[in-house]
């Protein structure tokens, strides 16, 4: 069985900071990072390898550096690692990336299952694996909590707000992962060191068929401006010896604020 996983190279959203007076996002020397759900899924395809006979590939559309942070995903398991140079550095929409990897697992192919997160950790779109199963013509199972393969078949647990659901489907499919399902296993020290060996490759537009133009036409948008929100502490202080008094008095803070709402509606 071939598994092809797809992840994101993006800026640590939590490095990001906003100017308190321009309101102006502070992105210079905001360090990249593969997100932790596209982790999760690279966990998810390394569990199938090991239940059974597999092998996992990476496909990542980002900039050439992004082969270092490869590496770590390789050390967890992964067989080989694959980056399609990004001209837009980050900035490409939903639908000129899902062309971009289309072309790429096509020219993978056969293979019998895509991996991806539910979201990437910054746009949260939720748009490439719904977008890229509906152009490949696969069935699409998202948001899963916990993936099989038995004979061909897919079988797993979707995490739903109502519940969990489980379904199957026969590949090739598509899969989504829900946020936290699958947990990044720690790498070792050997693992890593091996991790050095395995094979990388790093494509252009045009290793996969592709051309700026082609993307630009098909791009449905492009950011206009960037305002980031501050949200300032209100730091109000609870003291009082009486733990009682003061669980009092966070409710009523909590009901004037609007967080609670109390006993008569208000």
Avoid at 177 to 191: G, Y
Avoid at 211 to 220: I, K, Q, S
Avoid at 229 to 251: G, H, P, T, W, Y
């Amino acid at each position: 069985m071939k598994i092809v996983v797809l992840v994101k190279y993006s800026m640590d959203v939590a490095e990001i900071r906003v100017d308190p007076v321009s309101q102006a996002l502070r992105m210079s020397g905001v360090p990249r990072r593969i997100g932790d759900v596209d982790k999760g899924a690279v966990e998810a395809a390394v569990r199938l390898k090991e239940a059974g006979d597999a092998t996992v590939e990476v496909v990542c559309f980002g900039p050439p550096n992004a082969l270092g942070a490869m590496k770590d995903l390789l050390a967890m398991g992964a067989d080989v690692a694959t980056v399609i140079e990004d001209p837009y550095d980050g900035a490409a929409d939903a639908a000129a990336v899902t062309r971009v990897i289309e072309a790429a697992v096509n020219k993978l192919a056969p293979f019998d299952l895509l991996i991806c997160g539910f979201a990437s950790d910054d746009g949260y779109s939720y748009q490439i694996g719904p977008r890229l199963a509906e152009r490949l013509g696969l069935p699409l199972v998202s948001y899963a909590s916990e993936v099989n393969v038995d004979d061909g078949v897919l079988a797993a647990d979707r995490d739903l707000e109502a519940g969990v659901q489980t379904v199957s489907v026969r590949l090739p499919a598509v899969v989504s992962v829900a946020e936290e399902a699958f947990v990044p296993r720690t790498v070792t020290l050997l693992q890593a060191m091996k991790a050095q060996k395995k094979p990388t490759n790093l494509w252009s537009l045009a290793d996969v068929s592709m051309t700026r133009e082609e993307l630009d036409e098909v791009t449905t948008y492009s950011a206009l401006k960037e305002t980031g929100i501050v949200v300032n502490r209100q730091q109000n202080v609870l003291k009082d010896s009486d733990l009682a008094e003061m669980a009092d008095q966070l409710i009523d803070w909590l009901i004037n604020e609007q967080v609670l709402v109390g006993k008569d509606g208000a």
